[in-house]
């Protein structure tokens, strides 16, 4: 069975402060992402990466970093967070080519205040 | 973004009954997934479909890249349904686009 791990679960930061949200997946896929989900839209893909050393910007990059040191992590990095970033972010992981099935980690329930 | 339509955005069905949900693309896609968002907030993947149909229990999914759309029909609906589904497609290869998502409520 699939297993991506988030960390922490849930955070409440202070405007300004860096924030840096965890990811790791127990599936050996080469594929990772990072996607924050609001009401009304979804999930909108923040950063991904094809495999360590990789990131890559997604539809809504602006205000985050990502970094994918090892082919097992992959993080979120808020340097400045501002109000507007709070949402609950999913990790997710895939196999790379044709049958890219993904599977999604708990999600991690960010607060900026 | 804005590549993926999905409709109805929320739906009610008395148990017994069934749905169909549906998802247009703007493009065409390579693929689709449809997923389930529980109660707990935990997305499950349901299907991955690159053409044609699939069939899993009381669900079964459709994939027509051609008229860029897929559809996600739901029989016999039981309370444990109830959650939000999203469809998601590929334009190319491993990047997802995500629907909005359709709010399933099944009441007894």
């Known amino acids: 069975e699939a297993a991506v791990t988030q960390s922490p679960r849930n955070k409440v930061a202070v405007t300004g402060g860096k924030v840096t949200l965890s990811c790791n997946q127990t599936n050996n896929h080469n594929n990772m992402y990072w996607y924050r989900q609001d009401t009304g839209h979804g999930l909108r893909l923040i950063h991904y990466s094809y495999g360590a050393g990789s990131t890559e910007k997604g539809d809504i990059p602006d205000g985050y970093k990502a970094s994918r040191p090892s082919q097992e992590n992959f993080s979120l990095i808020l340097e400045l967070a501002t109000p507007s970033q709070t949402s609950v972010y999913f990790c997710a992981s895939g196999a790379w080519g044709a049958q890219n099935t993904l599977y999604f980690g708990a999600g991690t329930r960010l607060s900026v205040l | 973004g804005d590549q993926v339509e999905q409709s109805p955005s929320a739906l009610s069905l008395h148990e017994g009954t069934g749905s169909a949900l549906r998802c247009n693309f703007t493009?065409?896609?390579?693929?689709v997934q449809w997923f389930q968002q529980n109660s707990r907030g935990s997305l499950i993947n349901l299907f991955y479909l690159a053409s044609g149909t699939k069939e899993n229990g009381r669900l079964k999914s459709t994939f027509n890249s051609k008229e860029s759309y897929s559809t996600l029909h739901i029989r016999d609906a039981q309370l444990e349904d109830s959650g939000t589904y999203f469809c998601a497609a590929e334009e190319g290869y491993n990047v997802l686009y995500f629907g909005s998502g359709t709010k399933l409520t099944v009441e007894p």
């Open positions: 493009t065409t896609m390579r693929a």
